[in-house]
């Protein structure tokens, strides 16, 4: 093999091994990048359009039974249930309550907070986002 | 000094292996779930509710006996270093747990907020955030102790 084939091949090594460092580095990068999308907060929300998808919470003068009708049983109740907590998804621009026993419970991005007052009608509620991206 | 035909194969590859693998720094990465300062802040001790924190930040992952405490946790990657061999072969990431722990009066009144922050851990366990034994007794201790200006 003359010297000028061998450098040739040796530059060429070099120049896809320069090639794959550059490709693994730019890997690395892009899954800093995804792994620091993942940082989050919880944060109430208060985007009017997100919240005129629960319309139908009015404060005051909606009653347990329509809440649960629309929604089934919460997750989670407080204080003997004048407090509860729905695991809500968003599909198809809708909200969609999570079963109690659903696997994806801990996942589930969205959680309806509904205060109850004594006669039973919902008087305060919110929508907080667990995955709020800063 | 001669080699064998194995440990010239064994000695090339790994020569190989560590010239084609890249070292990457993972820089602080933030927080899941994290409650930011902001909304700690609106939780006024002596006049929020439980029903106020709900609202706020909703269920907590811990719950103490009969809502005496409420928990809240999460874990801030402080940064380390991957090797990437084609794919991550090796990992090496600090992680920390941050709680929120919140008291409250027998009348459902925030008695006392307080932060506890755990310690960098390199590659601790999955769970490492809800069972850190340090913040745990720090909590308790802190629990048992009568609420002085909301602390």
Redesign the interface.
């Known amino acids: 093999m003359f010297v000028w084939e061998r450098n040739r091949r040796a530059s060429r090594r070099h120049a896809e091994?320069a090639e794959?460092?550059a490709v693994?580095?730019f890997?690395?990068?892009l899954?800093?990048g995804v792994?620091?999308s993942?940082?989050?907060?919880?944060?109430?929300v208060a985007d009017v359009d997100e919240l005129k998808l629960l319309a139908f919470l009015q404060a005051g003068s909606v009653a347990r039974g329509e809440v649960e009708g629309r929604l089934g049983c919460p997750?989670?109740a407080?204080?003997d249930g004048?407090?509860v907590?729905y695991a809500l998804q968003k599909n198809e621009g809708r909200f969609q309550a999570i079963p109690e026993n659903d696997r994806r419970l801990g996942d589930v991005r969205f959680?309806l907070?509904l205060?109850y007052g004594p006669d039973g009608t919902m008087q305060?509620?919110?929508l907080?986002d667990?995955?709020s991206s800063? | 000094m001669k080699f064998t035909a194995f440990a010239r194969v064994v000695l090339t590859t790994l020569a190989a292996t560590v010239q084609t693998a890249c070292v990457v720094p993972v820089p602080p990465l933030g927080a899941a779930h994290e409650v930011t300062e902001q909304s700690i802040a609106e939780i006024k001790p002596g006049i929020s509710t439980r029903a106020d924190v709900l609202l706020l930040l909703a269920d907590p992952p811990i719950r103490g006996e009969e809502d005496r405490y409420f928990v809240y946790f999460w874990e801030r990657t402080r940064g380390g270093v991957l090797v990437i061999f084609y794919m991550p072969i090796f990992s090496a990431v600090a992680r920390s747990c941050h709680w929120l722990a919140l008291a409250f009066a027998p009348d459902g009144v925030v008695a006392k907020l307080r932060m506890f922050h755990g310690d960098a851990q390199l590659n601790p366990a999955s769970d490492f955030c809800s069972a850190d034994s340090p913040l745990k007794t720090q909590l308790e201790t802190w629990l048992a102790e009568p609420a002085q200006d909301g602390k």
């Open positions: 091994s794959r460092r693994l580095l890997a690395g990068v899954l800093c792994l620091s993942c940082a989050t907060t919880v944060e109430r997750m989670t407080y204080e004048r407090i907590v959680r907070v205060v305060r509620w919110s907080v667990r995955g800063r």
